[in-house]
């Protein structure tokens, strides 16, 4: 199975290095290929808006950096996972920097009818990988997480992503090291129908 | 009433625009927050802005409250697209202890095609009575009225959804043409897949 791991903490933080290392570690364990990409690693230039992803380079960003590589991953995978710290209920500006410019190259220009709205439809056929979106705050704020659920979702059907999930993973509590993490980490795939858990 | 605009884009590039953008925060009575929706959410770097000015700003101060913020978002997609976007604005005006006075979402935004609204009289005449709305209410010190938000959530050129679809599809090819004819790309080329094909 093959784990897109998107990273867009800012990689100074002892606590989200863990998570990022955690993740690895128990995806490898089922012999998982992992791609992990860490967003602070890399200079990702501002999405300026010119639909050129769409127009000038269909599929592609006109940009050359790791937000323009990306998206050949992203299809290629069966679940991505997307690490960000919870910010305002929504991505860190550092995750949404990058996310901005990738999501987009996955869909294309044209428009489709669903569920009583109108969507862009997706850019390859493909089937779209599962989305697990974990967000990483100081403390418990349950209206936070309320509206982050929300914005996945939300994600998840721009996305075409068949299942989707969220997990919170809080620095101050007694689930804040290694095993504490991995294990919340196996409960969420195994929510994710099962399809994506690790235990064998 | 006296406003300031700050562009956030060029706000964030340097150490003075940050310094006033926290500083105009900091000192208005009614914060707006205007964005374009990204991906269901704001963009970066109004995010990045929000972060800024909660960066500058920990710790309590008991006239916070009486800040309030109203949120401003549009999509070329229908104006419910924009829900969480909104709730995002909120959960910030929240953690920062201002009050959340209230949001207003516009859909098919790109009808604008960037016009003033006053260019567009007729398509736009209840974007702009909402707007009328929004700031009345706001110098009274009200929050923004329900009319205001039932008014520029309703479609700028109403129709079925799927007329919409059709539209949207016509006006996207159009677009690829003039930019394909001046880029001498196929037209073909519109429905490449870069990866996988």
């Known amino acids: 199975m093959k784990i897109l791991i998107l990273d867009g903490t800012e990689g100074t933080d002892e606590y989200t290095k863990t998570v990022n290392q955690t993740l690895n570690k128990t995806f490898k364990k089922n012999s998982s290929t992992v791609t992990n990409i860490l967003?602070?690693?890399?200079?990702i230039h501002d999405c300026i808006g010119d639909f050129g992803c769409f127009f000038k380079t269909p599929g592609k960003c006109i940009f050359k950096d790791m937000a323009q590589e990306v998206p050949e991953h992203y299809i290629g995978s069966n679940l991505v996972v997307l690490i960000t710290v919870l910010t305002f209920g929504g991505y860190s500006s550092l995750f949404a920097r990058a996310f901005n410019r990738i999501a987009i190259q996955l869909i294309s220009h044209l428009f489709m009818q669903a569920e009583g709205e109108i969507h862009r439809r997706k850019r390859y056929d493909q089937e779209y990988p599962s989305l697990l979106a974990i967000g990483i705050e100081e403390t418990i704020n349950q209206e936070s997480r309320s509206v982050f659920k929300a914005l996945v979702q939300r994600n998840a059907i721009h996305l075409f992503a068949p299942e989707h999930q969220c997990l919170f993973l809080t620095k101050d509590t007694k689930a804040s090291?290694?095993?504490?993490?991995?294990?919340q980490i196996e409960h969420v795939l195994s929510?994710?129908?099962?399809?994506?858990?690790?235990?064998? | 009433m006296d406003s300031d605009l700050i562009v956030v884009s060029s706000a964030l590039d340097h150490e003075a625009g940050v310094t006033e953008l926290v500083s105009k925060v900091d000192s208005c009575?009614?914060?707006?927050?205007?964005?374009?929706?990204?991906?269901?959410?704001l963009p970066y770097n109004l995010i990045e802005a929000l972060e800024t000015v909660k960066k500058h700003h920990s710790g309590t101060d008991s006239t916070r409250h009486e800040k309030k913020v109203i949120a401003i978002s549009h999509s070329g997609l229908e104006a419910n697209h924009n829900r969480v976007a909104i709730r995002i604005c909120e959960c910030f005006a929240k953690e920062m202890n201002y009050q959340f006075a209230g949001g207003l979402m516009l859909g098919n935004s790109a009808l604008l095609n960037g016009c003033a609204l006053t260019e567009l009289e007729r398509m736009t005449k209840q974007v702009q009575r909402a707007l009328r709305l929004t700031v009345d209410a706001m110098a009274m010190g009200d929050a923004v009225p329900e009319k205001a938000r039932e008014l520029i959530s309703k479609p700028m050129l109403p129709g079925p959804l799927w007329l919409y679809k059709i539209l949207g599809n016509w006006t996207m090819n159009l677009c690829f043409k003039k930019k394909s004819f001046d880029k001498g790309i196929n037209t073909l080329h519109r429905y490449v897949k870069p990866f996988f094909s």
Do not use: C, M, Q, R
């Open chain 1, 39 to 43: 967003f602070h690693e890399h200079k």
């Open chain 1, 177 to 183: 090291d290694p095993t504490g993490i991995e294990n």
């Open chain 2, 29 to 41: 009575d009614v914060l707006f927050l205007i964005f374009p929706l990204y991906i269901d959410s």
């Open chain 1, 191 to 200: 929510d994710l129908g099962g399809k994506h858990a690790t235990t064998p």
